[in-house]
């Protein structure tokens, strides 16, 4: 069991938002505030969505936008889009230089 | 263009050791700050933090595998390995060798798949 709780799937429709949360079964979430999101195509590599909570690496779409309360961490994608359909990926430092993730979350675009 | 490219065997037999190497280009993976490091995805599953290598030479490991892991780095050839012994049929899985900067993997390889089975 990952340490870092994710829904096995959500869903949305065209044009909508919907988000993701990242729970840490540790504190390490809201200690470190090093939570980074990632996006996984079928057969592609993961590509970084957020770093450090709520930023965005240039060139991801301000679509994409990260939160945190508490040992929480969130990922919401606003105006839904086809091609966003894929396995979301949160990720979190965890002390003593160790990174965990989540279990993934798949996203249905309806 | 900062590009990762892993390379090794795709098959490895039970009980063997596992071994991996990334080539970098575009960046030297001694450049300060840098961190290189490792991630895999068993079939049809998540995503897991392997370990990773400091342009020191320090290294971290996941407390899971780190009996079983040595992640290394040969500045001559601009190039950082895996090495995971005692490799048994869970550890099959998608290899990617990965940059860590603002403490996020921000470059990825294509991934290279590793099959253990005799």
């Known amino acids: 069991q990952s340490a870092l709780t994710q829904p096995a799937s959500v869903s949305g429709s065209p044009g909508q938002s919907i988000t993701i949360s990242c729970t840490g079964t540790s504190s390490f979430v809201e200690t470190y505030n090093l939570v980074s999101w990632y996006q996984q195509h079928p057969g592609k590599a993961p590509k970084l969505l957020i770093y450090e909570v709520t930023k965005r690496p240039s060139g991801v779409s301000y679509r994409f936008s990260g939160s945190e309360s508490g040992n929480t961490a969130s990922l919401t994608i606003s105006g839904l889009q086809a091609e966003d359909e894929a396995d979301y990926y949160c990720c979190s430092h965890a002390g003593s230089g160790t990174w965990v993730f989540g279990g993934g979350t798949h996203l249905t675009v309806l | 263009q900062l590009r990762l490219q892993e390379s090794g065997p795709g098959l490895v037999e039970p009980s063997e050791t596992l071994s991996l190497t990334c080539t970098v280009s575009g960046v030297s993976i001694s450049t300060s700050y840098s961190y290189w490091g490792w991630i895999r995805q068993p079939p049809g599953k998540g995503l897991e933090w392997i370990g990773g290598?400091?342009?020191?030479?320090?290294?971290y490991y996941n407390p899971s595998l780190r009996s079983r892991v040595t992640i290394s780095a040969d500045t001559s050839k601009n190039q950082f390995s895996l090495r995971l012994t005692h490799v048994t049929a869970a550890d099959t899985a998608i290899f990617y060798c990965?940059?860590?900067?603002?403490?996020?993997?921000?470059?990825w390889g294509q991934g290279t798949m590793v099959t253990i089975s005799s």
């Open positions: 990965v940059r860590k900067n603002n403490d996020a993997f921000d470059i």
């Open positions: 290598i400091f342009h020191t030479g320090t290294t």
